[in-house]
């Protein structure tokens, strides 16, 4: 059996360990075709960087390639290079004007509030009942608007996780396309509400001025929600697993000067965006394979952050590694715009864990069935000794 065949992102075996089979990949297949994921797969760091680069070559949206797509699908991610790089500076712009002193202090007092209402339990999901509210409270912050039901915004974050494995033509793409529609009202309340402020008023404000569309801001804010909801959502599970897992670690990141690099080697290490894909605009080759036009691409971003060409010692957590140039928050023209945001709660989460009771695994974690995000979805814990 060759490697490719062994690629089943979705088997138990890889949705709780997919780096073995990622460092076989690298070394004896590095570009394959894979049909059911009907993509070729790319797993090295330097075939990965490149294809991120290329933005012109490689596009997010397949409706891109031969035609562009009207103003009713663009988004930050989509828009022709021009309009994005306009709508990408006022987003940063925004990020970098918000006072994250002041963020950080009300992202640890949510946190504190949560730890407060399961600190007495024998046993709590840590993914409903801390990542969940947490997630939602640092996104609405974060997109100044006023949080639904952390239910809701749970449901659709795990939605937009199944939605992008559906673009691959994976699981349901009727529910992803429901989980949508039902956001997209979301967000036109959250447009219309009077007490938006931080990143939505300044959308809602300065888009318009610089002329983005009405339907490229709502689709851009979906993509801002899932961008840090997702991520903020996945990676607070995977980092606490690693927490309890790693008491070395744990203590190791009461060192202020370690927090922060060893936040952004745990991005690297398990960081929750497993994949991102791009479609060939034009016949190439990656690594004297062709790509025909129009083939969709699956970068493996997570076996890019484990490539050995790249990284001394991929295999372990190094917290002070330096360089550290990983792809776990994307790379070039569609990189991460909010990374500032997700180390920041991150960083307070690991230091709320240190000012709490010690928390205890209470059972078995169940991972998220889904190709793109690593996730757990079920994680038993306590507070309690
Ligand atoms: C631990 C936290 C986070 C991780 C690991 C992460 C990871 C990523 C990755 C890998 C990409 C590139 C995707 C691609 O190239 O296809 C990306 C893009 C993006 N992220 Fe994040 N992200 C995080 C937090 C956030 C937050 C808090 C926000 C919102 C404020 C956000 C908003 C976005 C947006 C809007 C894009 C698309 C940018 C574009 O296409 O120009 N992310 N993120």
Not at 222 to 242: E, K, Q
Request: glycine share 8%; aromatic share 8%; net charge negative.
């Amino acid at each position: 059996m060759s490697s490719a065949t062994e690629f089943d992102p979705l088997s138990p075996a890889m949705l709780e360990n997919p780096f073995p089979v990622y460092a076989e990949l690298q070394e004896k297949d590095p570009v394959f075709w894979h049909e059911k994921v009907g993509a070729w797969i790319i797993t090295r760091y330097e075939d990965c960087r490149d294809v991120l680069m290329n933005a012109e070559l490689f596009v997010r949206d397949p409706r891109r390639v031969g035609e562009v797509s009207g103003d009713t699908d663009a988004s930050i991610q989509t828009l022709e290079a021009e309009r994005q790089s306009e709508l990408r500076r006022l987003i940063i712009g925004s990020i970098h004007s918000q006072d994250l002193k002041e963020i950080g202090g009300s992202v640890r007092s949510c946190i504190d509030r949560i730890f407060d209402n399961v600190a007495a339990e024998p046993s709590f999901d840590w993914m409903v009942e801390v990542a969940a509210p947490l997630a939602g409270t640092i996104t609405a912050e974060f997109l100044g608007v006023r949080q639904p039901d952390p239910r809701i915004f749970k449901a659709i974050g795990e939605g937009m996780a199944r939605k992008f494995d559906a673009d691959l033509g994976e699981n349901d793409a009727e529910a992803g396309r429901r989980i949508r529609e039902g956001f997209g009202a979301l967000v036109d309340m959250w447009l219309n509400a009077e007490d938006t402020h931080g990143t939505m008023l300044t959308l809602k404000e300065r888009a318009a001025e610089l002329g983005v569309p009405l339907p490229v801001i709502k689709n851009s804010v979906g993509l801002l929600f899932i961008g840090s909801y997702g991520t903020i959502y996945a990676s607070s599970g995977n980092l606490v697993r690693l927490l309890i897992e790693r008491p070395d670690v744990f203590a190791e990141l009461r060192n202020p000067d370690l927090l922060s690099t060893g936040i952004d080697e745990f991005i690297r290490y398990d960081g929750p965006t497993q994949a991102t894909s791009r479609v060939a605009t034009r016949t190439t080759e990656i690594r004297g394979v062709t790509i025909q036009q129009g083939d969709p691409v699956f970068i493996v971003l997570a076996a890019a952050n484990r490539d050995p060409d790249q990284f001394p010692r991929p295999h372990e957590l190094v917290l002070d590694r330096k360089p550290n140039k990983h792809l776990g928050f994307g790379w070039g023209p569609h990189s991460c715009v909010g990374s500032l945001f997700g180390q920041l709660a991150l960083g307070e989460l690991v230091r709320a864990l240190h000012d709490a009771p010690a928390l205890r695994m209470t059972g078995t974690p169940v991972r998220l069935p889904t190709t793109t995000v690593r996730s757990i979805a079920s994680l038993p814990v306590s507070f309690q000794g």
